[in-house]
């Protein structure tokens, strides 16, 4: 079964730096691109960053550019999303997603069941 | 803020059809495939329809999706109880430095 599972939110003071990780199974995730979307509280969805499937390179939303960095471990089987800097608008439901893509298309299958990131002092 | 424009929300009756519009521009959804995704809530977002108009397996053909130009549709017929739900178009676009964009998100309620 193909599954994704986020860890590593918590409650973290403005300014400061969290890390958080995806743990996938069911699939092999050298063979995917990936990417990290987030929802803040009562919002909708924001790309935030994704990443080739051997890890040569990413992309990031101008609002994280700069202070969050997108990796992998294939080995590992694990993604992961350094943030630093935070800010209060940083606050949201982090997800991790498996990014499908073609040669003309792409979508996400599946999702992470989430990790809540909480920007606060 | 999203460039992909919804409607907030939509509503009829069980049984009924509802249609969900996704408006956008010729960077995105003019030249790239339209996905769209169910969020219940407190959970996570699920694959709805990929490539405008194509279902993942156990997703039943109530669900369908289309594309016109710059602007695409979900329809959902039969409405059930079950099915209300965030719904969030999404696709590429040329214009961003992230590549991708979600849609602002439509409430759907069974009256």
């Known amino acids: 079964q193909v599954e994704l599972v986020e860890s590593g939110g918590g409650l973290v003071k403005p300014g400061g730096s969290l890390r958080l990780s995806c743990a996938a199974s069911?699939?092999?995730?050298?063979?995917?691109?990936m990417c990290w979307i987030r929802q803040a509280p009562g919002k909708g969805l924001e790309w935030v960053a994704y990443?080739?499937?051997?890890?040569?390179?990413?992309k990031y939303a101008d609002s994280v550019k700069g202070r969050f960095t997108i990796s992998r471990d294939n080995p590992k089987k694990s993604l992961y999303l350094q943030m630093n800097t935070l800010r209060a608008e940083d606050t949201a439901v982090y997800y991790c997603?498996?990014?499908?893509?073609?040669?003309?298309?792409?979508?996400?299958?599946?999702w992470g069941q989430g990790t809540l990131v909480t920007v606060s002092s | 803020q999203s460039v992909l424009t919804q409607p907030p929300s939509v509503s009829a009756a069980p049984g009924q059809k509802v249609t969900i519009s996704c408006s956008g521009s010729?960077?995105?959804?003019?030249?790239?495939?339209v996905s769209w995704y169910r969020q219940f809530p407190g959970t996570a977002p699920q694959l709805l329809i990929y490539?405008?108009?194509k279902r993942p397996s156990g997703i039943p053909d109530r669900f369908s999706g289309s594309k016109s130009g710059t602007s695409a549709t979900l329809g959902i017929t039969g409405l059930q109880a079950g099915d209300e739900a965030d719904y969030y178009c999404?696709?590429?676009?040329?214009?961003?430095?992230?590549?991708?964009?979600f849609g602002t998100g439509t409430k759907v309620t069974v009256l």
């Open positions: 997603a498996r990014l499908v893509v073609t040669v003309t298309s792409s979508w996400f299958d599946p």
């Open positions: 069911g699939f092999t995730l050298s063979d995917y691109y």
């Open positions: 990443i080739s499937s051997t890890g040569s390179y990413s």
């Open positions: 010729s960077s995105n959804i003019g030249n790239n495939y």
């Open positions: 490539e405008n108009n």
């Open positions: 999404g696709t590429w676009d040329g214009n961003l430095s992230v590549g991708g964009v």
